[in-house]
């Protein structure tokens, strides 16, 4: 899978893309996921022009497709996997020598094997807000028993507004310098631990759709707020950190605050990975519209009435707080509409609309996820379409036997 740079964006017209993509894959049997080479090697290439020479490290959760993580890292300017369980870091560590895992672990048999390994040691960083995940570590291998631990400390990138209150996710409880000095220097102090970077993550920037009046200008107004009031924390906490250890990355960012991010001058690299397939969501910002890399086809099974076309599963629901705009977007045909009492179902979702009176037993209809990797649990490999025609099979995680979380 080479990811050359696109001349064209055929997506921007619905008419040809989805046709194309359904032509594409006629042969294939739904539910079916779907990447385009070209909507994702134009992603790939967008990220680092949005980077500006910043350095990219892949967050695995939002592809868990090993060919992609690959592919993507096979170019000049993405270095290193963000994985999000340690299980699934050491995984990803056999073929690959830079990944961090970007939550703390209590994962005591992944524990013992990263401590029992001297080379995957050497590759694969954890993460810390806590002494406690510390004694953890030490309760599971003695630091005499095990090979170094990489460490990686996390600042809490939340924003703290007096109108909004707290604007963020709820991750490290570290959120001053001071805080983050005194765990750099408990880190330090432990033996059997080395301490290698910092990370922050800025989901009020990142991951908080920001396009359109009113509610728009509200978080844009709070996103550049908080890209500053973080620029100058998150500066002093590096610095601090820096006079305790010898840092080899500062990570922070995501695929929605990319710009912010990579003007943050403590920042030696970008985290991101859901503007690889374009999901739903990364719609719904101002400042960029990524390509929509990564899609499913579902088959009419019945027509209940002359109005309603039901269609086989669907109910592939994004995570967050509950609300329409977690279900997945019905693309193509245009003109469909799902029934408010039913929705998304586990195995039949009901659609409806002008379009639906056109569809017949067998035919296709084309959705978007919400959320980028959560797709791929849904689906054991994914056909790869360049071209007009599939060129390839690859597997996601769920394909290859592996579920991490």
């Known amino acids: 899978m080479r990811l050359d740079r696109p001349g064209s964006t055929p997506w921007l017209d619905p008419s040809h893309w989805w046709p194309m993509l359904d032509a594409a894959t006629a042969e294939l049997d739904p539910p079916i996921g779907v990447i385009s080479l070209d ?45 999000y369980t340690l299980a699934e870091a050491l995984w990803l560590a056999e073929t690959h020598d830079d990944v961090v895992v970007g939550y703390p672990s209590a994962d005591r048999a992944s524990l013992a094997r990263l401590a029992a390994d001297e080379g995957l040691a050497q590759r694969v960083t954890i993460m810390v807000d806590d002494i406690a995940q510390l004694d953890l570590v030490d309760a599971v291998v003695a630091p005499a028993a095990r090979a170094p631990i990489r460490v990686c400390l996390e600042l809490d990138s939340a924003y703290r507004s007096a ?25 330090v102090a432990r033996p059997g631990f080395r301490l290698v970077g910092m990370m922050g993550y800025e989901a009020q920037i990142a991951g908080l759709t920001n396009r359109g009046a009113g509610r728009g200008t509200i978080i844009r107004a709070m996103q550049r707020a908080s890209a500053s009031e973080l620029a100058e924390r998150r500066g002093a906490a590096v610095a601090a950190v820096r006079e305790v250890a010898e840092l080899e990355f500062v990570n922070g960012g995501g695929t929605g605050s990319i710009e912010s991010t990579h003007a943050d001058a403590s920042v030696t690299e970008i985290a991101a990975g859901s503007g690889l397939f374009g999901p739903r969501l990364f719609d719904g910002y101002v400042h960029f519209r990524p390509a929509p890399a990564a899609s499913f086809a579902l088959s009419v099974v019945r027509r209940p009435t002359a109005e309603i076309a039901t269609l086989l599963g669907g109910g592939w629901i994004a995570s967050g707080p509950p609300g329409p705009d977690r279900l997945p977007e019905l693309v193509w045909p245009q003109g469909l509409r799902m029934l408010p009492r039913e929705g998304a179902g586990e195995v039949q979702t009901p659609v409806t609309g002008l379009a639906a009176r056109e569809l017949a037993i067998g035919d296709r209809v084309w959705l978007r996820h919400t959320k980028a990797g959560e797709l791929s649990e849904h689906v054991n490999e994914f056909a790869v379409v360049h071209d007009g025609a599939v060129v390839e099979t690859v597997p996601s995680y769920r394909g290859e036997g592996r579920v991490f979380l």
Do not use: C, Q
């Open 39 to 83: 909507a994702l090697a134009w992603n790939a290439h967008s990220l680092l022009d949005r980077a500006a020479g910043t350095p990219i490290r892949v967050a695995s959760k939002s592809v868990r497709v090993r060919a992609v993580l690959d592919a993507v890292l096979a170019l000049p300017g993405y270095r290193g996997i963000l994985a």
């Open 163 to 187: 109108l909004l209150g707290y604007v963020g996710v709820r991750r490290s409880p570290v959120r001053e310098p001071a805080a983050a000095r005194a765990l750099a220097e408990a880190v």
